[in-house]
Nanobody, 119 residues
């Protein structure tokens, strides 16, 4: 079926930058949207941003708008999350997700990559 693999997480200082990558395999032709979520222990999973696979339309949560940028390469089945001006509150496990055609919500998930923002 569909498999999503994230990479690029790590430790970064406040104000720094980091780029996350998600490589998709399987029936990627069925993707309508791809996006990023994040979750901290004890908190609900939070939507970070998403991008349409066809029209390249993006959307972001207010907490990251202006700092994070989503891009994609359909030929390489890859979606990127470029993060700038990172803050300690950005610390979380970041998950790549996809919504397939016909689904009413994101239904495919990666295993996550950890981002830690600390001095």
């Amino acid at each position: 079926q569909v498999q999503l693999v994230e990479s690029g997480g790590g430790l970064v200082q406040p104000g720094g930058s980091l780029r996350l990558s998600c490589v998709a395999s399987g029936r990627t032709s069925s993707f309508v949207y791809m996006g990023w979520f994040r979750q901290t222990s004890g908190k609900e999973r939070e939507f970070v941003g998403g991008i349409s696979t066809a029209g390249d339309m993006t959307g972001y949560s207010d907490s990251v708008k202006g700092r994070f940028t989503i891009s994609k390469d359909n030929a390489k089945n890859t979606v990127l999350l470029q993060m700038h001006d990172l803050r300690p509150e950005d610390t979380a496990v970041y998950y790549c997700a996809a919504r397939t055609h016909g689904a009413n919500r994101y239904d495919s998930w990666g295993q996550g990559t950890t981002v830690t923002v600390s001095s």
